[in-house]
């Protein structure tokens, strides 16, 4: 039976820590020089898939915000659905920024941990500081496009992309769809070299997590568990906070909304996919609640292919995690370009392949606040085990969206008629 790209993440997941704890008990002497060759192997495996993060990025923003400006064309109803979409984006990210940080330095933390999650020649990482605000608001808009990509400067890169993007809708409609064809051939292409590396991905999370583990023992584990348990506590928050906004703003009645939409979660959590929750979804909005069927034929659609509510979430728990196990306190500037970059990545990361996603888009906003990026294959390969609760968020989410929108629309003119 062929195993799936979870299932051999997970089993080299557990066997990187069994054998790097039995390792360091065992052989100490031999597993310093082990851990040495592992780290080494996983850097290479991490250096492959960095390497596509910038033209990724680069063009999936420049795609998002092409669509975005598609959508927002073809109707009132589209651009009432892009706001909420884009403040729920805002609060998810915001809740997650003023939590996360706090919710983590609850924990004891592993100096040890810290330089074995970077490497020992890289603890220079492990010393960021905040940027000024007047540096962060100069070096915002990059005096060097192609300099910016070059160093990997993400913050930047992402805000000539949004003007390119931007630019890009108000040239000729033939010039800007020929454009638009390489940008996306650009991801395509990008996409493909990801899940080449992520073929190999067992091989990569083995060698860091081994390494990490033998120099760290148990503090590896316990850190690990707190991250799930913090990224599972803030997804379920933002789900929940989702009954507020139907409460507040929606169409309908809490009680009735969190009964009706419990068959679409329950496909969001077995399968784990937005996208195949979509025609449970269509039938929530439009039989059990009786939107508009208008409403939800328009806005899930678009939900499913623009709005993710806890992509943000998962962007700032993060670097959160990364900051906390480095010592690194997270100023006001730093949290504002976290908050910033992850609504921004959201809109263009729908529709990556599952674990390509994580390091293309975690990246960017790690990268930006000025933290090391070498944990982040170790997460990874756990992420799929909150990735459960961050689907049950975005269905919910995308429902709640749409009780929004359809709050203030009449019934539908066949439905008006026959009544």
């Known amino acids: 039976m062929k195993l799936s790209s979870t299932a051999r993440m997970i089993i080299a997941l557990v066997s990187a820590v069994v054998l790097g704890l039995l390792s360091s008990r065992l052989a100490p002497d031999a597993t310093v020089t082990l851990s040495t060759v592992m780290q080494t192997i996983g850097k290479l495996w991490l250096n492959a898939l960095q390497m596509t993060v910038?033209?990724?990025?680069?063009?999936?923003?420049?795609?998002?915000?092409?669509?975005?400006?598609?959508?927002?064309?073809?109707?009132?109803?589209?651009?009432?659905?892009?706001?909420?979409?884009?403040?729920?984006?805002?609060?998810?990210?915001?809740?997650?920024?003023?939590?996360?940080?706090?919710?983590?330095?609850?924990?004891?933390?592993?100096?040890?941990?810290?330089?074995?999650?970077?490497?020992?020649g890289n603890t220079a990482a492990a010393n960021t500081t905040a940027p000024a605000a007047t540096d962060w608001f100069t070096n915002i808009i990059p005096t060097n496009a192609v300099a910016?990509?070059?160093?990997?400067?993400?913050?930047?890169?992402?805000?000539?992309?949004?003007?390119?993007?931007?630019?890009?809708?108000?040239?000729?409609?033939?010039?800007?769809?020929?454009?638009?064809?390489?940008?996306?051939?650009?991801?395509?292409?990008?996409?493909?070299?990801?899940?080449?590396?992520?073929?190999?991905?067992?091989?990569?999370?083995?060698?860091?997590?081994f390494a990490v583990t033998a120099k760290t023992g148990l503090d590896m584990v316990?850190?690990?568990?707190?991250?799930?348990?913090?990224?599972?506590?803030?997804?379920?928050?933002?789900?929940?906070?989702?009954?507020?906004?139907?409460?507040?703003?929606?169409?309908?009645?809490?009680?009735?909304?969190?009964?009706?939409?419990?068959?679409?979660?329950?496909?969001?959590?077995?399968?784990?996919?937005?996208?195949?929750?979509?025609?449970?979804?269509?039938h929530v909005a439009a039989k059990s609640l009786e939107h508009p069927l208008r409403v939800p034929s328009l806005v899930l659609p678009?939900?499913?292919?623009?709005?993710?509510?806890?992509?943000?979430?998962?962007?700032?728990?993060?670097?959160s995690f990364i900051a906390w196990t480095q010592g690194v306190h997270l100023g006001p500037v730093q949290l504002l370009i976290a908050i910033s970059l992850a609504v921004v990545v959201s809109l263009g990361s729908v529709g990556l392949p599952g674990q390509a996603s994580f390091i293309a888009t975690n990246m960017p906003i790690t990268n930006a606040m000025g933290l090391p990026v070498e944990p982040l294959g170790v997460l990874l390969a756990v992420d799929t085990i909150p990735d459960v609760f961050a689907t049950l968020g975005n269905v919910t989410g995308d429902l709640a969206a749409t009780s929004v929108v359809a709050k203030g629309e009449g019934a539908d003119a066949s439905e008006a008629d026959s009544t």
């Not at 850190?223 to 789900?239: E, G, H, K, N, W």
């Not at 809490?254 to 449970?280: C, E, K, M, Y």
């Not at 623009?306 to 998962?314: A, E, I």
């Open 148 to 209: 910016a990509a070059a160093n990997g400067t993400m913050l930047s890169l992402v805000v000539f992309a949004l003007f390119f993007g931007f630019a890009l809708t108000r040239i000729e409609a033939a010039r800007a769809a020929r454009l638009m064809d390489v940008f996306q051939a650009v991801a395509d292409t990008m996409i493909v070299i990801v899940r080449w590396v992520l073929v190999v991905a067992p091989i990569g999370v083995f060698a860091l997590v």
């Open 54 to 120: 910038v033209p990724l990025v680069g063009a999936l923003v420049v795609l998002a915000i092409s669509n975005a400006e598609h959508a927002a064309a073809s109707g009132r109803m589209t651009r009432k659905a892009l706001m909420v979409f884009l403040v729920l984006l805002f609060f998810s990210a915001t809740l997650t920024a003023v939590l996360a940080p706090f919710l983590f330095n609850l924990a004891p933390r592993s100096e040890a941990l810290m330089h074995a999650l970077i490497g020992t």
């Open 302 to 319: 678009m939900a499913v292919s623009l709005f993710r509510l806890t992509s943000p979430v998962q962007y700032i728990v993060v670097a």
């Open 222 to 282: 316990s850190a690990l568990a707190i991250y799930i348990a913090v990224s599972i506590a803030l997804y379920i928050l933002a789900t929940l906070s989702m009954y507020v906004v139907v409460m507040l703003a929606g169409r309908d009645r809490v009680a009735t909304f969190a009964r009706s939409i419990v068959p679409a979660q329950a496909v969001a959590v077995s399968t784990q996919s937005s996208l195949a929750s979509l025609p449970a979804m269509l």
